[in-house]
């Protein structure tokens, strides 16, 4: 036999709405019922009241006072004949018929009851306890006596000019007569339910709708699992994103964006007030086209920036701004122009050993010796690069060759002599090319556009270079001076002797009046190489600002354990003077 298939689960919006219902429901009976109680209690506190007044009327009244007095003194109580036709029975009942009672009961000072509705109960002890009118207090009362349930009073009779109970009167009215006055006002109680009821179950409907409307028709599950997905994504991401709703205001802001725009959480905020660029607001107006990502700086980072249009079936959810950093991204463009740089002068000086080598065989094969030799010298005076950089002889590391040979080049092209200052000493090798090219290229580049833009007629760059041994790994000192115009007076003024120009080296800074080339990220070059430098326990600093007319700025970067010791190095330097003990002479100018 197939069994059927399981029902679905109700909606989230479904199972709402049914239990809106339910608690609107509940909520309309408990206060028909409470207000139904509450006017009962008032009816029956009504017809107490009008007991107690009644009761003391009779109680008061001088015959009745007078007549009660005599039977009090007499042995016994009269016949139930007797009290019949007495006066006792004539007032009570007249009162009962007047007020609508539904019985008026006078008793003498032992609960025997003096006049009666019912004939048959004359001279019997009263049904309820008539202690505490006998003791002198007047009681209201709601029970149940012969006659049935009642609400009444019972009052004492006192003797005629005397403080003395002789006995009491007790009044009361049928509770049924208050459940039919509840009855006849049980009508606006019940239309007034039934209304309220009503706008409840409106009210349900409306709030599922605006649920349904709000969810995006999502069950919990579902706005669960998104909730989840988000934060794992917007918080496991480098990117900034920045949600912007539909009404204008920012609906979502990662620690990303708040690490890249500088701000705390800007959540909740209205999109246009907000203290970000004004780029990334044009982004998002309706004539920006989706497909265009624009440069946007922020304090110190270059951010690429791009918008799109979120839609969800055809519903318009607003704005999803993306921020990446181009400030790594310009780290890695350097460090891969520093790499290309060195790989073409690696290639240039292969060609060129590649030609010294052919001329020396030719020279060889043709038996011209003498000749060959003299070939050799010159090569062993100019070098081993025919690069135009000045005393390329002092660098030994081959890395440094290529580079600087070829950083010549290119500032040759420019019309600037790249040269090597005197003081320059590399006996060991670099082993970290990358770093060290990296650092290099930023200050020569720097020098470079230095010269170029300086108002000096001679126009030159000159790098020093030493290598200082040590236990885990040789330090390189780099000293870049130029012949450009100096530091701005405004950007030197941090110290006299230009330590404290620490505005050079914040991310954006730049004095290029345009770059060099579109997207080259000017003003980030100086804050990688101190960045770079920092990491390995170095620096990179201002020895000298410079002045107007030249000389030009003097850059200093130190930079550990990249370099190792070459074989015999430090008995070159033991016998040269460089080194003395354990360690060199050589200090910078700061000692």
Request: aromatic share 4%.
């Amino acid at each position: 036999m197939k069994r059927p298939a399981p029902r679905p689960p109700l909606r989230f919006s479904t199972q709402t709405l049914l239990l809106q219902l339910g608690v609107v429901l509940l909520v309309v009976l408990l206060s028909g019922a409470v207000h139904a109680w509450l006017t009962y209690e008032r009816l029956g506190r009504e017809a107490e009241n009008q007991a107690l007044t009644l009761a003391r009327t009779v109680a008061s009244d001088p015959a009745v006072r007078s007549e009660v007095l005599a039977i009090s003194r007499e042995a016994g109580t009269p016949p139930a004949s007797v009290l019949l036709a007495g006066p006792l029975m004539a007032v009570a009942e007249g009162a009962r018929t007047r007020t609508g009672a539904l019985f008026v009961v006078i008793t003498d000072e032992t609960g025997l009851r003096l006049a009666h509705p019912d004939a048959e109960r004359l001279g019997e002890k009263v049904s309820t306890d008539p202690s505490e009118a006998l003791a002198g207090k007047e009681v209201t009362t709601r029970n149940t006596g012969t006659l049935g349930p009642s609400a009444g009073a019972k009052v004492p009779v006192f003797a005629p000019d005397s403080d003395t109970v002789v006995g009491e009167v007790s009044v009361g009215y049928s509770t049924e007569n208050i459940v039919q006055s509840l009855a006849r006002d049980i009508t606006p109680i019940a239309l007034t339910a039934a209304g309220s009821l009503l706008a409840g179950i409106l009210a349900s409907f409306l709030l599922r709708r605006r649920l349904q409307r709000l969810t995006l028709g999502l069950e919990p599950e579902e706005i669960s699992t998104l909730v989840h997905d988000q934060v794992a994504v917007l918080q496991g991401v480098d990117d900034g994103v920045i949600g912007v709703s539909a009404d204008g205001r920012i609906s979502v802001f990662n620690a990303a964006a708040q690490r890249l725009l500088g701000q705390p959480d800007l959540a909740g905020t209205p999109w246009e007030q907000a203290p970000v660029p004004e780029q990334l607001k044009a982004l998002t107006r309706p004539d920006a086209a989706e497909a265009d990502a624009v440069e946007v700086i922020s304090g110190a980072r270059v951010l690429v920036a791009s918008a799109r249009k979120a839609l969800h079936r055809r519903e318009d959810l607003g704005w999803v701004v993306m921020l990446r950093d181009r400030t790594e991204l310009q780290h890695l463009t350097r460090q891969l122009d520093a790499v290309g740089t060195m790989s073409t002068a690696l290639r240039a000086q292969r060609h060129e050993f590649a030609n010294q080598l052919h001329t020396i065989a030719g020279f060889m094969s043709i038996g011209q010796h003498q000749q060959a030799r003299e070939y050799l010298a010159r090569l062993a005076a100019t070098g081993p690069l025919k690069f135009p950089v000045d005393q390329a002889e002092l660098l030994q590391d081959p890395y440094l060759q290529a580079f600087v040979g070829a950083k010549g080049v290119e500032a040759d092209e420019r019309g600037v002599t790249l040269r090597i200052g005197p003081e320059t000493l590399v006996r060991g090798q670099v082993t970290e090319p990358q770093d060290v090219t990296t650092v290099l290229g930023n200050l020569i580049d720097n020098a470079v556009n230095a010269a170029v833009a300086g108002s000096a007629a001679d126009r030159w760059v000159e790098v020093e270079l030493l290598d200082e041994p040590g236990a885990d790994g040789g330090t390189l000192h780099v000293v870049v001076a130029d012949s450009g115009d100096g530091l701005a007076p405004e950007t030197a003024a941090g110290g006299g002797d230009g330590s404290g120009a620490e505005a050079v080296f914040a991310e954006g800074f730049t004095t290029a009046a345009r770059p060099a080339r579109a997207g080259g990220g000017q003003g980030l070059g100086l804050a990688l190489a101190r960045q770079l430098a920092r990491r390995r326990g170095g620096d990179v600093r201002v020895l000298e600002p410079g002045s107007p007319g030249g000389p030009g700025a003097v850059f200093m970067a130190t930079l550990p354990r990249t370099t190792a010791d070459s074989p015999g190095k430090e008995s070159f330097l033991r016998e040269g003077g460089l080194v003395k003990g354990d360690g060199p002479i050589w200090k910078d100018k700061d000692g």
